[in-house]
C-alpha cells in the first residue's frame, strides 16, 4: 500500500533537509600526503607523535607514518637508496654528527630556511646548511654523592685515574668519550691524542666500561662505580627515576649532543618534509620536549619554567663555552677511533 | 541414455596410475621454494661477496674497485684472527656440552612410556618460546653483582664478594647452550626413537654392561642425529649475536657483534668480508665434520 503526499508535508521535508545540512558538522581536514619519518624507536618516537604528528600535522590532514629503527640501520638505508630517484622517507632524525656525514656522503638535500616560518626563531647554532636541529643537551660530569665525596668540576677532575674503578665509561659513546677525555688532558676537539693517553692511564687503575647506557645507569644505581660523562637531559631521567646521581657542567665546556633532522635529497614528499620541520620548531612542540624529556628548545620563543630550566639548561656562560663536535674530523676518523676503541682500550 | 564405463565417466584427477599433470610436476613443485630461496638468499649473499672486494672511503663510504685488502685486513690482524679464534672456542665449547647434556636427556624422551611424554618435549622446547634479547635479559637478572645467583650466595655465606659472572666468556656460554639445548635434544630425540629398542635388549642379554651397549649399540646407531645435531647447534653458536652481546659486554667479541659493527661504522666492505669468513669457517668445518664422521660411520 502507497500513501501519497501532499505538498506541505514535501515542503517540511525539504525544508528539514536543508535545516540538518546547516548544523555545524565534525572538522574533517582535507588529505594533504604522507610523510614517512625515519626515526630512533622508544619514547623519543612516541613524543614525536604525542607533541609534534598529532597536534600540528595529522590534525591538519597529514599522514605521518614512522620508520622507527636505530640510527646505524636508517643510514644504512639512505645509503642504499642514494641512486634510487625516489627514496622511502622524507625526513630522518639524525645526530649532528651523524647529519653531518650523510651530508658529506651526498645523500640530505640542502635546507630552503625560507619555506620554514618559525626558522626566524631557530637559534643561529642550530641552523645546519643540511639539516635542523630539533633539541639538544650537553655532555656533563656526573657523579653519585655516596661513592665521590669532592665534587668534580671539570672533566679532567672526571677523567682522574685516581678514581680507579670508580671511573665509568659507556661503549657506544666512544666519540664523545674519547673528546671528552681529550678536553680533560688539555687536547682539542681535532687532537684526541692525549685522550687516548689519558684513558689508557684510566683503563690501567681499573676503569669500568659498560656497554649501553642503561647498563652504565644500573652501575651507578648499585654504586658499582660513582663518576663520568653524560648527556643532562638523561641525567634528568635518571633523578627523575630515582637514581642518586649530581649533574656539573664541566670547566672546560660541556661538549655538545644536537639531534636533528634531514631531508633525503630523494624524499618522495618534499613539502611533507618541510611541513614536519616547520611544525617540529613550533614552540608548543618544542616546550613539551622540554618537559617530557628534559632536552633543551632549539628555538628562542619557547619557554622553560625556571626550575625545570636549573635542571635541564645551562647558565648563559655555560653556553657561550658549549664545545661543538668537530664533525669533519670525527667523520673522517671514525672508523680509526674505533678501532683504537676495540683494540687497545678494551682489549 | 546409454550407460557409460566408469573408467570414461570418472573424473580425471581419479587416474592415480597416471603420469603428474604439468601443474604437479616436481619442478612446479619445487620452483616457488628454489625462487624464493634464490631471490630472498642467494641474491643479496651475491651481492654481498662482491661488496667484500670493494675499498672503504669515509667520505664516499664504499668505493667500487677489486681488491683483497679486506681479507688481507681481516687475516693480517691479530685482533680479528682472536675474535675468530674466540668464536670457534665458544661455539666448539657449546656444541660438546650440548650433545654430553642432551644425549641423556633425549634418551629418556625418547624412551619413556609415560603420557606426560608430549609435556616433557614441551617442556624442552619453553626456552624456545621467548626471544634470545628476552632470554639473556633474564640471564643478566640472575648474573649481575646483584642478581639472583649472586645475592643468594651471599646470604649462605659461601662468599662474600659478589662474583664477576656478567660480561665474561663463561656467561656467553651458559647464554648459547640454553639457546641451542632444545634443538640438540629434539633431533636426537627424532633418531633414537627410530632406533629399536629390541637392539639395545640383544646387546644386554649378550653380555653387555649399559656403557658397553652405549659405545657398541646406541651410539653408533645415533650417530646420524648427533652428526645433525652437532652442525644445528654449532652453526647457531658460531652465528651468535644477541647473547654474546647482553652477556659478553663491550670486552668480550664473537664474529656475529663485529660483522654488525662494521655495518654500524659504515665500512660495508670490510663488514662483507667479515661476514664471508664466518660463513666459510662455519660451513668449512660443518662440512668437514660431516664428511668424517660419515667415513667412520660407513666401517
Not at chain 1, 641525567?235 to 649533574?247: C, F, K, L, R, S
Not at chain 1, 645551562?314 to 683504537?340: G, Q, R
Not at chain 2, 675474535?83 to 672456542?89: A, F, I, K
Request: include cysteine; hydrophobic fraction near 45%.
Amino acid at each position: 500500500m502507497t500513501q501519497s503526499k501532499s505538498r506541505r508535508e514535501v515542503l517540511l521535508g525539504a525544508a528539514a533537509l536543508a535545516g540538518a545540512a546547516s548544523l555545524p558538522r565534525p572538522v574533517s581536514a582535507q588529505p594533504k600526503g604522507r610523510i614517512v619519518v625515519g626515526t630512533w624507536g622508544g619514547d623519543y618516537a612516541r613524543l614525536l607523535n604525542k607533541n609534534i604528528e598529532a597536534p600540528l600535522l595529522i590534525k591538519d590532514g597529514w599522514e605521518v607514518v614512522q620508520d622507527q629503527a636505530g640510527d646505524p640501520e636508517r643510514r644504512s638505508k639512505m645509503l642504499a637508496e642514494k641512486r634510487l630517484p625516489r627514496g622511502t622517507s622524507d625526513v630522518q632524525g639524525l645526530s649532528a654528527l651523524n647529519m653531518y656525514q650523510m651530508e658529506d656522503a651526498g645523500t640530505v638535500l640542502p635546507i630552503d630556511y625560507g619555506k620554514l616560518k618559525n626558522a626566524g626563531n631557530l637559534l643561529p647554532t642550530m641552523k645546519y646548511p643540511y639539516g635542523v636541529g630539533h633539541i639538544y643537551s650537553g655532555k656533563v660530569g656526573i657523579y653519585n654523592p655516596k661513592v665521590i665525596t669532592t665534587a668534580p668540576v671539570s672533566y679532567k677532575d672526571v677523567f682522574d685515574p685516581r678514581h680507579g674503578n670508580k671511573l665509568g665509561i659507556i661503549d657506544i659513546q666512544y666519540q664523545y668519550t674519547l673528546v671528552c677525555a681529550a678536553l680533560a688532558a688539555g687536547g682539542k676537539v681535532n687532537d684526541i691524542e692525549p685522550g687516548k693517553k689519558l684513558l689508557l692511564e684510566c683503563k690501567n687503575a681499573g676503569m669500568r666500561i659498560y656497554p649501553t647506557n642503561e647498563a652504565f645507569a644500573q652501575g651507578l644505581k648499585s654504586e658499582e662505580f660513582g663518576v663520568g660523562v653524560m648527556w643532562k637531559a638523561r641525567v634528568v631521567q635518571w633523578q627523575n627515576a630515582g637514581i642518586p646521581v649530581t649533574a656539573v657542567a664541566p670547566a672546560e665546556g660541556a661538549l655538545a649532543y644536537v639531534s636533528g633532522f634531514v631531508i633525503p635529497k630523494n624524499s618522495p614528499n618534499k613539502d611533507g618534509a618541510y611541513a614536519y620541520l616547520d611544525a617540529m620548531l613550533d614552540k608548543s612542540a618544542q616546550e613539551a620536549f622540554a618537559v617530557d624529556m628534559g632536552y633543551n628548545p632549539t628555538v628562542t620563543n619557547a619557554v622553560v619554567a625556571p626550575d625545570l630550566n636549573q635542571r635541564i639548561g645551562f647558565t648563559p656562560d655555560e653556553v657561550k663555552k658549549l664545545v661543538d663536535l668537530d664533525y669533519d674530523h670525527m667523520n673522517k676518523n671514525d672508523v680509526p677511533f674505533k678501532e683504537w676503541w676495540d683494540k687497545v682500550l678494551k682489549s | 541414455m546409454a550407460k557409460q564405463p566408469m573408467a570414461a565417466t570418472a573424473p580425471a584427477q581419479f587416474h592415480s596410475d597416471e603420469r603428474p599433470t604439468s601443474l604437479l610436476s616436481a619442478t612446479t613443485l619445487v620452483g616457488p621454494a628454489t625462487v624464493f630461496v634464490a631471490a630472498g638468499l642467494l641474491v643479496p649473499l651475491a651481492i654481498l661477496f662482491r661488496y667484500s672486494f670493494n675499498s672503504f672511503e669515509p667520505r664516499r663510504m664504499m668505493v667500487e674497485t677489486f681488491t683483497l685488502d679486506n681479507y688481507v685486513k681481516f687475516f693480517a690482524d691479530p685482533y680479528y684472527t682472536g675474535v675468530l679464534w674466540t668464536t670457534l672456542r665458544v661455539a666448539a665449547l657449546c656444541t660438546v656440552t650440548c650433545v654430553i647434556m642432551g644425549l641423556p636427556l633425549a634418551y629418556v624422551l625418547a624412551r619413556t612410556q609415560s603420557r606426560f611424554k608430549n609435556v616433557l618435549i614441551m617442556l624442552v622446547v619453553l626456552p624456545l618460546f621467548v626471544g634470545n634479547a628476552v632470554r639473556a635479559a633474564g640471564w643478566m637478572t640472575l648474573f649481575g653483582s646483584k642478581g639472583f645467583l649472586n645475592v643468594t650466595l651471599m646470604q649462605f655465606g659461601v662468599i662474600t664478594e659478589p662474583l664477576q659472572i656478567m660480561y665474561t666468556e663463561s656467561a656467553v656460554v651458559a647464554g648459547i647452550i640454553a639457546v641451542n639445548l632444545p634443538y640438540m635434544v629434539l633431533t636426537l630425540q627424532s633418531v633414537i626413537e627410530g632406533i629399536n629398542r629390541n637392539v639395545e635388549e640383544a646387546a644386554f642379554s649378550l653380555g653387555a654392561g649399559p656403557i658397553t651397549m652405549f659405545r657398541r649399540v646406541l651410539l653408533p646407531l645415533s650417530l646420524p642425529g648427533i652428526l645433525a645435531g652437532t652442525i644445528l647447534t654449532f652453526i647457531l653458536g658460531m652465528n651468535a649475536y644477541a647473547t654474546p652481546v647482553l652477556l659478553g659486554g663491550p670486552k668480550f667479541k664473537m664474529m656475529g657483534p663485529l660483522v654488525y659493527g662494521q655495518f654500524q661504522l659504515n665500512n660495508w666492505p670490510f663488514g662483507a668480508s667479515v661476514a664471508f669468513v664466518l660463513m666459510a669457517a662455519t660451513l668449512g668445518l660443518t662440512a668437514t665434520a660431516n664428511i668424517l664422521v660419515q667415513r667412520r660411520f660407513r666401517r
